[in-house]
């Protein structure tokens, strides 16, 4: 599967903004969807994960409450809406997909920048 994610950039802090990762295949509905993020200096870390069908989701502690996770098999897409931004949430967000453990993901798409500015 390949991966495109889109819909970063530049944000206030409290504002908004929706992320979107499109996929290529016929077999989307077979991977797990996780969503990643990279501050500079840190280590990558997953902020969100979807099942198969959309029916178990998981979210890191600091962003429970303001990012949801979702997916739509039909249009191989997943979305992840951000809201009440805050300035650590900066960091550049990449989509990833694997049949079984999205937290050891095998495909990852490019990454896409978010700025949330204080």
């Known amino acids: 599967v390949q991966l495109q994610a889109s819909g970063g950039g530049l944000v206030q802090a409290g504002g908004s903004l929706r992320l979107s990762c499109a996929a290529s295949g016929r077999t989307f509905s077979s991977y797990r969807m996780g969503w990643f993020r990279q501050a500079p200096g840190k280590e990558r870390e997953l902020v969100a994960a979807?099942?198969?069908?959309?029916?178990?989701?998981y979210y890191a502690d600091s962003v429970k409450a303001r990012f949801t996770i979702s997916r739509d098999n039909a249009k191989n897409t997943v979305t992840l809406q951000m809201n009440s931004l805050k300035p650590e949430d900066t960091a550049v967000y990449y989509c990833?997909?694997?049949?079984?453990?999205?937290?050891?993901?095998?495909?990852w798409g490019q990454g896409t920048l978010v700025t949330v500015s204080s």
């Open positions: 990833a997909a694997d049949p079984s453990n999205v937290a050891t993901a095998h495909y």
């Open positions: 979807i099942s198969w069908r959309g029916g178990t989701v």
